[in-house]
């Protein structure tokens, strides 16, 4: 089992950026496909980015493509999310998830692991 801690998250002004950290423990999930995903209130899960675990393939919602870069160091067990030109759209809450041993998938329900959460907010 691995246990997702994400963070860096905050508050910032539109235009900004910020780098989420998704670190991972328990055991390394280098050979996991990680998404990222993020819900606001009243709303499904939404996917954000994804990446294969070996880095090579990344994936991308419409709304963040060349604004936002995922990308992982494997010998760390981190995963990160690289947002910038942040948009007050983007508010809401960002979670990283694990597929063990699969490829990155944009549907929640394939993810087996989770992290707890870390609040992005983006004012105008």
């Known amino acids: 089992q691995v246990r997702l801690v994400e963070s860096g998250g905050g508050l910032v002004q539109a235009g900004d950026s910020l780098r989420l950290s998704c670190a991972g423990s328990?055991?390394?999930?280098?050979?996991?496909?990680v998404g990222w995903f993020r819900r606001t209130p009243g709303k499904e899960r939404e996917f954000v980015a994804a990446i294969t675990y070996s880095g090579s393939n990344t994936y991308y919602a419409d709304s963040v493509k060349g604004r936002f870069t995922i990308s992982r160091d494997n010998t760390k067990n981190t995963v990160y999310l690289q947002m910038n030109n942040l948009v007050p759209g983007d508010t809401a809450v960002y979670y990283c998830?694990?597929?063990?041993?699969?490829?990155?998938?944009?549907?929640?329900?394939?993810?087996?692991?989770w992290g707890q959460g870390t609040q992005v907010t983006v004012s105008s």
């Open positions: 998830a694990a597929r063990p041993m699969s490829w990155p998938a944009t549907a929640s329900n394939e993810y087996a692991y």
């Open positions: 328990g055991r390394t999930f280098s050979s996991d496909g």
